[in-house]
Nanobody, 117 residues
Framework: QVQLVESGGGLVQAGGSLRLSCAAS????????MGWYRQAPGKQREAIAS???????YYRDSVKGRFAISRDNAKNTVYLQMNSLKPEDTAVYYC???????????WGQGTQVTVSS
């Protein structure tokens, strides 16, 4: 089992920045990919960024150039630096860990990000 605890959400004005953190505990060695998803009211949850154990990254087109994902393996923590935030970035952001060997996804509890115009 893997436990994920997110922090760093909040209210920010358009153009501002926030940094989300996701601390992982438990069976850390099983994790292949860690990433961030978000879900806005009335919309489906969408993947926005991920990073593999080897450091390869993926970004959704709508956040490219504005968001940056990174990981600190010593702290078992993944970060999402969000810059130039827009009102359409408003959503609940979820941390995700994927263990490829057992095809298991783990989710954090979510953290609210609200961007005011």
């Amino acid at each position: 089992q893997v436990q994920l605890v997110e922090s760093g959400g909040g209210l920010v004005q358009a153009g501002g920045s926030l940094r989300l953190s996701c601390a992982a505990s438990g069976s850390i060695s099983s994790i292949t990919v860690m990433g961030w998803y978000r879900q806005a009211p009335g919309k489906q949850r969408e993947a926005i960024a991920s990073i593999t154990s080897g450091g390869s990254t993926y970004y959704r087109d709508s956040v490219k150039g504005r968001f940056a994902i990174s990981r600190d393996n010593a702290k078992n923590t993944v970060y999402l630096q969000m810059n130039s935030l827009k009102p359409e970035d408003t959503a609940v952001y979820y941390c995700n860990a994927f263990a490829m060997a057992i095809h298991q996804h783990y989710w954090g509890q979510g953290t609210q990000v609200t961007v005011s115009s």
